[in-house]
């Protein structure tokens, strides 16, 4: 971590269980498998432009995942982070030829940004941070307490603004959009992500409504680390059962396709570059992410 003052870094956070290491393992198995997915999936344009990018753990980071991972392999999602737990990091680089870029996953209970203390340095850990991916959660409890996620949130971007205006990029995602009532409001009926987002994220609208003048570059994201399972029909059902306490994939194997999990770590990237950049570069640069 001796080098962050060197490095242009991009945080990743979301409530509890809102699955951050999920993100991480699916999005690592994703672009591992995007080289070698069948022809009729490669002519995919998002596959193919993911399938040139490598994403490379540390190796400390790979020794706290190892287990992980190879429980996610076989469809089985990791544990949720103990909250009372000190907070972890996972360290990863993203090249694709020469662009490099380092991605810090932290992994921490919402509690641990509200100590005034900070006694992990994880508040200045975040609010350093030159972009941030934000996950949403539907099924997370994100309103209500004095410990709550946006509490924890409010308290963040607070410490980012001291003069009223956030200046790093914040990608806000929605996760789990292969629920259905998601799916269909996204694909059949047309709605736009923040629409989404306001509408079946408890407590995101009034979040948002009260930052929104400071957060001069935000912008939203549908991602899904199952996404669906094809039937003789479509991809209509979601990738994912129930058993018990405990959820597990459909279909870990061929027939897994998550749903846009590098968009907005792509769109991070380019807002990295268009501020390293003067604007003969930028002019030139062909941006990783597009619409």
Not at 127 to 135: F, M, Q, V
Not at 240 to 257: K, N
Request: aromatic share 12%; proline share 5%; glycine share 6%.
């Amino acid at each position: 971590m001796s080098n962050y003052d060197d490095s242009k870094y991009i945080g990743i956070w979301g409530p509890e269980r809102a699955g951050k290491t999920t993100y991480v393992l699916a999005l690592k198995q994703y672009l591992r498998r995007a080289k070698s997915y069948s022809k009729s999936q490669s002519q995919d344009r998002v596959i193919t432009r993911d399938s040139k990018w490598e994403m490379i753990a540390t190796p400390e980071t790979q020794g706290k995942l190892r287990q992980a991972e190879d429980r996610f392999v076989r469809g089985i999602f990791p544990e949720p982070t103990d909250p009372n737990q000190a907070p972890d990091y996972y360290d990863f680089t993203f090249k694709k030829g020469d662009d490099r870029y380092d991605v810090t996953v932290v992994d921490a209970a919402g509690k641990h940004i509200l100590d005034d203390a900070d006694p992990s340095g994880y508040l200045g850990l975040l609010g350093g941070c030159s972009g941030l991916l934000i996950l949403l959660d539907t099924k997370s409890d994100m309103s209500g307490t004095e410990q709550s996620y946006f509490a924890a949130l409010d308290r963040l971007l607070s410490f980012m603004a001291p003069e009223g205006r956030v200046r790093q990029s914040i990608a806000f995602c929605l996760g789990k959009v292969d629920q259905d009532d998601l799916w269909s409001a996204l694909h059949h009926e047309g709605k736009q992500i923040n629409e989404l987002c306001w509408e079946h994220v408890p407590g995101f609208a009034d979040f948002y409504e009260n930052h929104q003048k400071s957060l001069t570059k935000a912008h939203f994201f549908a991602i899904s680390a199952v996404g669906r399972v094809a039937t003789p029909r479509s991809y209509d059902r979601p990738n994912i059962v129930v058993e018990g306490p405990s959820s597990r994939m459909v279909d870990p194997d061929d027939g897994w396709l998550p749903f846009r999990l590098f968009d907005p770590l792509l769109w991070l990237f380019d807002q990295l570059d268009s501020e390293i950049l003067n604007p003969l570069e930028r002019s030139f640069k062909k941006r990783h992410y597009q619409e």
